[in-house]
């Protein structure tokens, strides 16, 4: 079973950091691009960093997070990392990671995966 689990989520003064883990596990052969986005209470999910996982790493991020958030990958464990500094109170909201068109061993295409989520919180 293919599957993505997050960690490192939690409680944070702001201008705190955190970092956020999402490894992708199950028999998976290739990934497109893995990503972060986060939903805050009554809002619409949104994207919050993005990054090919295949040759040269493309990133990209939402304006409100350029500067303060990091998003990296270590392909060799299928994880992605995203480095989160100068927390906000406004960053608050549960992080999802996504995989965009997981190819199984099987040859099953996997075209959008997410993780469970995880809670950030950033007090004032």
């Known amino acids: 079973q293919v599957q993505l689990v997050e960690s490192g989520g939690g409680l944070v003064q702001a201008g705190g950091s955190l970092r956020l883990s999402c490894a992708a596990s199950?028999?998976?052969?290739?990934?497109?691009?893995m990503g972060w986005y986060r939903q805050a209470p009554g809002k619409q999910r949104e994207l919050v960093a993005r990054?090919?996982?295949?040759?040269?790493?493309?990133?990209a991020y939402a304006g409100s997070v350029k500067g303060r958030f990091t998003i990296s990958r270590d392909n060799a464990k299928r994880t992605i990392h995203l480095q989160m500094n100068s927390l906000k109170p406004e960053d608050t909201a549960v992080y999802y990671c996504n995989a965009d068109h997981t190819v199984t061993v099987t040859g099953q295409t996997i075209w959008t995966l997410w993780g469970q989520g995880t809670q950030v919180t950033v007090s004032s």
């Open positions: 990054l090919t996982t295949s040759g040269s790493a493309t990133t």
């Open positions: 199950g028999s998976i052969a290739s990934i497109e691009a």
